[in-house]
């Protein structure tokens, strides 16, 4: 019986293999932040002075290429990404996600909107029927919480603010438990549209290409249906 963790890296090396050909010495690989991103970055290692280098979804992502001397580029100097990878919260069977769970959500919707591809890596208990039991951050301008909190609530939400934590941006993010999301791409922009919200958690309007789905029988791989 593999671990939660051994799943994680089972997804990660899955990863790995999967951008084996797109690796060149132009190439720039877009990467998220969270445990499973982690090892990732861990294993990227392998492609060091094989590509041109990385572009991270956060400072703690950022911090960890760096650490490996992989090199970290600032996403105004790449026009083109072939591949992102990064973890989810949930992920649905058409590949929308809740994520946001690390408090990236953002930043990660930012570089993953610039790459070619998104492959999402995670273990088999983030597959979801229908998204929603996990709390859906949303990162909000602070001045805004009180007037978002209580248009999160009418959308049937109970937005609970993530205290003591400051995003990347200098923003605070509300986890709103409780949504019913039947349409994860209009919720994502029924949300993204009220006033004082940077973005929320759902990746459906760009949802994974492809799911790298680690399971106690090896890797499920789902692709998103066009
Ligand atoms: O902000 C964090 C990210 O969206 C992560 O990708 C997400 O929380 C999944 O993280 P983990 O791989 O640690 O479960």
Redesign the pocket.
């Known amino acids: 019986m593999l671990t939660q963790q051994q799943l994680?890296q089972q997804a990660a090396d899955a990863a790995l293999d999967y951008i084996d050909p797109f690796v060149g010495p132009d190439v720039v690989i877009g990467v998220?932040?969270?445990?499973?991103?982690d090892l990732f970055i861990d294993g990227l290692v392998r492609f060091k002075g094989r590509v041109r280098g990385a572009v991270a979804s956060s400072e703690r992502s950022a911090a960890r290429l760096a650490a490996h001397g992989i090199t970290v580029l600032d996403l105004n100097d790449v026009a083109d990404m072939p591949v992102y990878v990064?973890?989810?919260?949930e992920i649905d069977p058409a590949l929308n996600m809740v994520?946001?769970?690390?408090?990236?959500?953002t930043r990660?919707k930012i570089v993953a909107s610039v790459a070619k591809r998104f492959v999402c890596i995670?273990d088999e208990s983030?597959l979801v029927d229908r998204l929603g039991a996990f709390p859906l951050?949303v990162e909000v301008i602070p001045m805004a919480r009180e007037a978002l909190a209580r248009r999160l609530a009418a959308l049937g939400g109970q937005p609970v603010w993530r205290q003591g934590f400051v995003t990347d941006n200098g923003n605070i993010i509300l986890d709103v438990a409780g949504l019913t999301i039947k349409d994860p791409a209009a919720f994502e922009a029924e949300v993204n549209n009220i006033p004082g919200v940077v973005t929320c958690?759902l990746f459906a309007r760009a949802g994974a290409d492809v799911a790298l789905l680690a399971t106690q029988g090896g890797i499920r791989r789902l692709d998103r249906k066009s």
């Open positions: 994680k998220g932040t969270g445990s499973t991103a990064d973890g989810a919260d994520k946001g769970g690390g408090g990236a959500l990660e995670a983030k951050p958690g």
